[in-house]
């Protein structure tokens, strides 16, 4: 993995943190973005004790602005040439109704949307080589459907459906991405870390965050399917697959429908568009 590039999102904690770890002692460079600069200071000066080497370059975005998501892209656009692997793993869950800084529902805002606008604005830098690849956190939580008719739940807000609702799409996305022809070279997988005590719940109910806190894996453990799918050749993976537990996981029988999965990327390049 030495001489690679990785662009991280959700890096400096948690999951993507134990990521970044492993990806830098491998050898890989990395790309972060996040919005504390403190904390990409000091993810940074942690990965170049592991890797003195380290080519890292932190980039400052906040995921519920989609013209700070814009400009960091087109910062990384202007200063690099390749990503070998994208890591989309930021992620939150809140417990009331939130709105993004343009007024959209938070969850979908910055789970969904601005993950995908990563992918969109960037995927121009990942080699169609065969052997790039784009990781996507999602959750065992994906029951359910997509609510084209509320995507943000303005008539009743739930938040365990606002996040239930984003990680289904983001699962989706992966297998409609995987299918189509102008992304041929490129193989997309989704993840399911399992329960993990992490920042994601921060703005949940205290039960919510006691539930997690004693039930939950620790980072380290719940990034190990991560880690394998990062690792391993292409040829020994399944492209647009959902994995958990490091291996190919049947999910529910929604998660497969493609004509939504379209449907929702259309509804996606909406908000990007506007």
Same mark, same amino acid.
């Given at each position: 993995?030495?001489?690679?590039?990785?662009?991280?999102? +959700?890096?400096? &904690?948690?999951? +993507?943190?134990?990521?970044?770890?492993?990806?830098?002692? @491998?050898?890989?460079?990395?790309?972060?973005?996040?919005?504390?600069?403190?904390?990409?200071?000091?993810?940074? %000066?942690?990965?170049?004790?592991? =890797?003195?080497?380290? =080519?890292?370059? $932190?980039?400052?975005? *906040?995921?519920?602005?989609?013209?700070?998501?814009?400009?960091?892209?087109? &910062?990384?656009?202007?200063?690099?040439?390749?990503?070998?692997?994208?890591?989309?793993?930021? +992620?939150?869950?809140?417990?009331?109704?939130?709105? &993004?800084?343009? +007024?959209?529902?938070?969850?979908?805002?910055? %789970?969904?949307?601005?993950?995908?606008?990563?992918?969109?604005?960037?995927?121009?830098? !990942?080699? /169609?080589?065969?052997?790039?690849?784009? !990781? !996507?956190?999602?959750?065992?939580?994906?029951?359910?459907?997509?609510?084209? *008719?509320?995507?943000?739940? @303005?008539? /009743?807000?739930?938040?365990?459906?606002?996040?239930?609702?984003?990680?289904?799409?983001?699962?989706?996305?992966?297998?409609?991405?995987?299918?189509?022809?102008?992304?041929?070279?490129? #193989?997309?997988?989704?993840?399911?870390?399992?329960?993990? #005590?992490?920042?994601?719940?921060?703005?949940?109910?205290?039960?919510?965050? #006691?539930?997690?806190?004693?039930?939950?894996?620790?980072?380290?453990? $719940?990034?190990?399917?991560?880690?394998?799918?990062? *690792?391993?050749?292409?040829?020994?993976?399944? =492209?647009?697959?959902?994995?958990? =537990?490091? @291996?190919?996981? @049947?999910?529910?029988?929604?998660?497969?429908?493609?004509?939504?999965?379209?449907?929702?990327?259309?509804?996606? %390049?909406?908000?990007?568009?506007?």
């Amino acid at each position: 993995m030495a001489s690679k590039t990785a662009l991280i999102t +959700g890096a400096t &904690s948690g999951i +993507g943190e134990v990521v970044a770890r492993h990806l830098a002692e @491998k050898g890989c460079d990395l790309i972060v973005l996040a919005r504390s600069q403190e904390k990409m200071d000091r993810l940074s %000066n942690e990965l170049k004790i592991l =890797n003195p080497d380290i =080519n890292f370059k $932190g980039v400052l975005c *906040d995921f519920s602005s989609l013209e700070s998501t814009e400009n960091a892209c087109q &910062s990384i656009l202007d200063k690099h040439d390749c990503i070998d692997m994208m890591v989309l793993n930021a +992620g939150l869950w809140n417990s009331s109704e939130k709105k &993004s800084q343009d +007024g959209i529902e938070e969850t979908l805002h910055v %789970n969904l949307i601005a993950q995908m606008q990563v992918f969109r604005k960037l995927v121009a830098l !990942i080699p /169609k080589n065969g052997q790039s690849k784009v !990781i !996507i956190t999602s959750s065992g939580l994906h029951q359910g459907e997509i609510y084209f *008719d509320d995507l943000e739940f @303005k008539q /009743k807000f739930s938040g365990f459906k606002a996040y239930r609702q984003s990680k289904l799409g983001l699962m989706m996305l992966t297998r409609w991405l995987a299918k189509q022809e102008e992304y041929s070279g490129i #193989s997309f997988f989704s993840i399911h870390p399992g329960m993990v #005590s992490t920042n994601l719940g921060r703005d949940t109910g205290w039960f919510a965050r #006691s539930i997690f806190k004693l039930f939950g894996k620790s980072p380290e453990k $719940g990034a190990q399917t991560h880690i394998h799918v990062a *690792d391993a050749e292409v040829s020994s993976l399944t =492209n647009g697959e959902y994995y958990a =537990n490091s @291996k190919v996981t @049947k999910a529910t029988d929604y998660s497969y429908n493609l004509e939504a999965a379209e449907k929702l990327w259309e509804a996606v %390049n909406g908000y990007l568009n506007k």
